[in-house]
């Protein structure tokens, strides 16, 4: 499985964009980059994926570099309910009869500020 | 049920003693993971099923952990003569699968505490 790098933290102010980054080099052309998120003692939430192409949801945004070395979720407006743990998961596409396990690595500590 | 649900939700056992975590999956969903999460730490993966099949269990620490779903529904995850190096959060999810593709998300329940004394 591709490993993923992302900063340990970050803080951003209320309001404003979040942008996390999150570099996966040793990609693979088929596999999945995708974004969860855990706050303080809850499971991990859903955020986005995306292979290839930029993607946009009610939650955020994800962009993917051209060479997909890299890639940056995008909170537009955080607010203090988004402190949270940030998860950049690289996952192979599901075949028949094999679902995808999801390995989780750190994350970065996003805390938004007032 | 509307979510994942785990019982229990803490769970204290003597050091020795056999522990069995349950999970019960979102209606429909046949994919079930169960992961297992210290403080602080990112969930580490423990094995998972497709219906009742255990497709990897590589995750599994030592064979001192079983897990089963025998009706490709609800799961059990075993600990048997339980270590304080077990105490964690066990945190299990569910997703619908699609035969190939992107596939979808995972939906995490609110884990089991437990704490080996």
């Known amino acids: 499985d591709a490993k993923t790098t992302q900063p340990t933290s970050m803080d951003c102010a209320e309001g404003r964009a979040a942008n996390l980054p999150c570099n996966h080099s040793?990609?693979?052309?088929?596999?999945?980059v995708y974004w969860y998120r855990q706050i303080h003692s809850q499971g991990p939430q859903y955020i986005i994926h995306?292979?290839?192409n930029n993607e946009t949801n009610e939650m955020a945004s994800l962009i993917i570099t051209e060479d997909r070395k890299s890639s940056t979720l995008i909170l537009p407006h955080a607010t203090l309910r988004d402190t949270a743990v940030y998860y950049c998961?690289?996952?192979?596409?599901?075949?028949?009869?094999?679902?995808?396990?999801?390995?989780f690595g750190q994350g970065t500590e996003l805390s938004v500020k007032p | 049920g509307a979510g994942v649900s785990q019982s229990p939700r803490y769970k204290v056992t003597k050091r020795g003693q056999d522990v069995a975590l349950r999970c019960d999956p979102i209606s429909g969903h046949v994919s079930l993971y169960w992961y297992r999460q210290a403080l602080g730490q990112g969930p580490e993966f423990l094995t998972y099923?497709?219906?009742?099949?255990?497709?990897?269990k590589s995750g599994l620490p030592n064979d001192r952990f079983s897990a089963e779903r025998p009706e490709g529904s609800i799961s059990t995850l075993t600990i048997q003569r339980t270590e304080q190096r077990d105490s964690a959060m066990y945190r299990c999810?569910?997703?619908?699968?699609?035969?190939?593709?992107?596939?979808?998300?995972?939906?995490f329940g609110q884990g089991t505490r437990l704490t080996v004394v």
């Open positions: 099923f497709n219906y009742e099949a255990q497709q990897d």
């Open positions: 998961i690289v996952r192979p596409p599901l075949v028949y009869n094999q679902g995808g396990k999801l390995i």
């Open positions: 995306g292979l290839k």
């Open positions: 040793t990609i693979s052309g088929n596999e999945y």
């Open positions: 999810a569910s997703s619908s699968k699609l035969v190939t593709g992107d596939g979808t998300e995972a939906f």
